[in-house]
């Protein structure tokens, strides 16, 4: 009777704080209208670009046309393949108010092409449209709220890779998902800004089969154990910028995630577990055209953040940790090179035998720029996965990106 009144205030008390997120965003709603003039107009801007990418891999991957880890051995030799794609083309709208007075008003709709590319029903020249961004936002001086989908508040960075997946799975974590968060921004000086950002999350999981004893007949329900849990996950991040002189400067933060998830038989029994994840981020950028950036994260049950090496969460938690480091240099206005580094290591006690327990990367890109909109660019990476109680089994990655944007 006590652990169902705990969950069942743990559920409410969920509700009631989505009830409050979403009576701010009226809030501001409400806001925008009196502060507006007769001239409120929102303007559509589009952007986006076409990629092509062609890569030659020596042993199978896990994606094909991206890479988030090696797939075991099939064979005695290596497996070698090769895959082209124009999925990674993107394409998107802005929309920005005008005529809010002090309330600014943003919104951003953008899909690609990924959407089932690596499934077996769904040809690569038949791709489908897949959702990333569709959000607005409404800010009022320092303070903004938040609401659509758009990427998680945890590891705000990403490595500038060629490879569609940018390290995930191999140190860099966070995702995309619909979410309501709010922020707020204060300037201690003329140059530093600090923002304190927090908000809730749809929770996806998967379908797990509670550790309790299951009566015969038991199976697991078949729904998502992030939707079974009743209440949102929740997300925070510190983020501190400052500009040096000369033009330099420097980003640094630390964010986190908790998240409840719930498995569930058939017959109504059920076992809640967690979803928890803590990171930092830090950023250099100097004026002279060359930068270093990196990420560090731990956690457990981060296969939904693509932590863990993506391996699926356990009811008793799978713990990991892990993160990637990356430099990059513009010798000159047309030519950036980049070279990153990223590692995931799930805790092995936590594993079973056959899953992914290790997992390295070390990459290097050179990106020209034919014209300001066309890019040309080639990448060769080195990665390693290790299996439990299996063989380390490494790839070498060659690609090449033709990219128009506009």
Known sequence: ?????????????????????????????????????????????????????????????????????????????DDEQFNMTANQSRFGFTAEGTGYSAIEVFGRLEMDLYAGATGAAVADNTATLQLRHAYFSISNG?????????????????????????????????????????SYTVAPNEQTDITLAGGFFRTIGSDLTPTITLALGEENDGSDDGTDAGIPSFQSRIDVTHDLPGGNSIRAGISGLWGQLKAETNLGKSERYESWGIAGHFALSFASDY??????????????????????????????????????????????????????????????????????????NIQYSIISQAIIGVEIARWKTDYKDGEAVDNLRTQTSFILKF
Request: proline fraction near 4%.
């Open 291 to 364: 930068g270093f950036s990196g990420e560090v994260y731990s956690g457990s049950n981060l296969g939904n953040y693509l932590g863990a090496i993506a391996n699926n969460s356990l009811v008793d938690g799978l713990e990991s940790f892990g993160g990637w480091t990356s430099a990059w240099v513009k010798p000159s206005p047309k030519i950036k090179l980049v070279a990153g580094f990223g590692y995931d290591n799930p805790n092995d006690e936590d594993l079973s035998s056959g899953d992914r327990s290790q997992n390295r990367a070390v990459f290097g």
């Open 142 to 182: 320092n303070f903004s709220v938040l609401a659509g989908q758009t990427s998680d508040l945890i590891s705000p960075l990403d490595p500038s890779t060629l490879n569609y997946s940018m390290l995930w799975s191999c140190g860099n974590i966070g995702y995309r998902r619909p979410q309501v968060s709010l």
């Open 1 to 77: 009777m006590k652990k169902a009144l705990t969950n069942a205030s743990r559920s409410c008390t969920g509700r009631i704080l989505t009830l409050v997120a979403v009576s701010i965003c009226l809030c501001f709603l409400i806001s925008a209208a009196a502060y507006g003039d007769n001239k409120q107009s929102i303007s559509i801007k589009p952007y986006g670009y076409f990629k092509l990418d062609g890569a030659i891999d020596q042993n199978l991957t896990s994606h094909g046309n991206s890479i988030m880890w090696v797939e075991p051995k099939s064979y005695e030799s």
